[in-house]
Each structure stands twice: as structure tokens, then as C-alpha cells.
């Protein structure tokens, strides 16, 4: 059964424009100035602290920004590589720092996440690129392959699949494990669920679809690359899923969870009851958020040996 508390977390973000004034929520359309919303979260972002037990280190990987999240005594030669999320037109390691410090108190590791190129400038597949360039770069930097753990929500989710593909596609050893947080797989966005939950979830009305667009572009949505939905996960490594039953991604979720199984992969698959996009990055706010979250760390630390 959903938590009480949940349920207010929820609501309140879904009536988020009443704080605003705005009698109607958000709708996203062509008028949608990504400029402005990139200030708006990069103002707020701006303002949170990190726990005082987390270290930050910036680094240049060749001319992409990068930043190492760092707790306290973390397991040795161990990496987690995070990609942010952000609908493929937002996002940074200022947004996400205080995100990918929770996965790295949590799983006891040393994590990068990196500042990949934006739609609307640059679309598919200018992020697979440069998510491919991070992972590289690890390795150039003396990790092993089997020491990585690979993961992100959202358009970052997608980003994780895509890299995994990407670089199977390039013979380039794979990552240990991976864990995706409500991808979307098919870029199409023609899965049901961005029909039925279009109320349910707490993305903007239509932000999907213009959102989307500015990734995709000119590009094929069949390509893998961009629709890990299509992709061949023979040799995957192990991959974690979490997705709420009521996100517009639901069915590309449950969708590529399938595929990657019919491939022999192992797949953990977990769904929540009434829960919204990303859910897992709102911990502590509320049980189930603080639940699924603590499932990703198992799952990361049992692939990194941090369990032994």
C-alpha cells in the first residue's frame, strides 16, 4: 500500500504552479524557452549543499567538464560513472551533484558524473559521444572495466542503455553492472503509457514530446543507439530497472526490460505501486523513495564486491 506520506510528497509536486500563482499546470509547446529553465534549475541547484562527508574534485575530460564525487573511504579502484538526467535539454554536475552524493555514500564509491552536450544544439548523438568519451577516459585513466558501475535516471537512464550499446557496437569492454531509473526507450514516445499516466505523472504536459524532438532531431528513432528499446543485449552485463507504475516511460521500461531478458541478461525488474518519474533521486522524503533507492546501492555494491 502507498505511504500517507508519498501521497503528499507527490501531490505537492503535481500542484507545484499553484506555489507559482497558476490556477493551470505547466504545458511545454514550442514556445518553451530552454535557456530560462536551464537558469531556473541551475539557480536552485546552486543552493544545496553537499554532506559534509562528501568531497568534490573537478576534472577535464579532454574538453568536457567532469566533476568526482567523493565520500568518505571509498572502496579502492571501484568507479561509479552517473549520468544525469534532464529530459536531454538540461542538466549538469551542478544539478546533479547532490543526486549522484546519495549513490556515492550509499554504494561507498567514488563517482563521476560529467557535463555531456545539450539538445537543442546538440542533438543524437552528440551525449552517446560523449557518455562513450567518460567511460574511455576511465579507462585511459587505469580503471578496469570490471570495476565500473554504470548509471543514471531519466534521460540519463536512456544515456546508460545507449553507452552500453554504443560500446558494444565499438568492441569496447563492457562495465561490470548498470542500473537504469525510469529511461525512456523508444524516442518515438509512441509507448501507451505517455497516454494513460499523461495525468498520473509529474512531467509537464507535453514535455515529452517537444523535449524529445530537440534530441532526436533528424535521426531515425528505430537506431538503437537512440531507442535502446530496439538493441541487442547479448553479452550485456547486469542491469537493474526501476521505473513507477504511474510514469509516462512505464511500458518503455517494462519494454526494455523484456528485451534485455529475452537476451539471456540479467535483469532485475522493479516496479512501484503509484509512484512518479525518477522517484528514487526525492530520498529521504518519503519510504518508498528511501526503499528503492536502498535496493540500487545492494544491487551496485553486490557488483562491486562491497558486500564481501
Known sequence: MQSLRSKLVIGLIKNRHLFSLKLKPEVV??????EKFR????????????????VTEKVWLNDMQAEWIIPENPIKNKILLYIHGGGFISGSCLTHRMHVAKFAKGCGLKSLVFDYRLAPEFPFPAAVDDCVTAYKWLLEQGYLASNIVVGGESAGATLTLSLLLALKEQNIMLPKAAFSISPITDLSCSAKSFQYNAKNDVAPMGSW???????VANSDTRNPILSPQFGNYAGMPPLFICVGTHEIHFDDCVNVANVATSYGVDVTFRKWDGMIHAFPLLSPLFPEAKM???EIFEFVKRHTGAEE
Open 29 to 34: 509547446d514550442e514556445s518553451f524557452s530552454v
Open 39 to 54: 537558469e531556473s534549475i541551475d539557480r536552485v541547484s546552486a543552493r544545496i549543499k553537499l554532506p559534509k562527508d562528501v
Open 209 to 215: 514530446t517537444t523535449w524529445t524532438k530537440m534530441y
Open 292 to 294: 528503492a533507492l536502498q
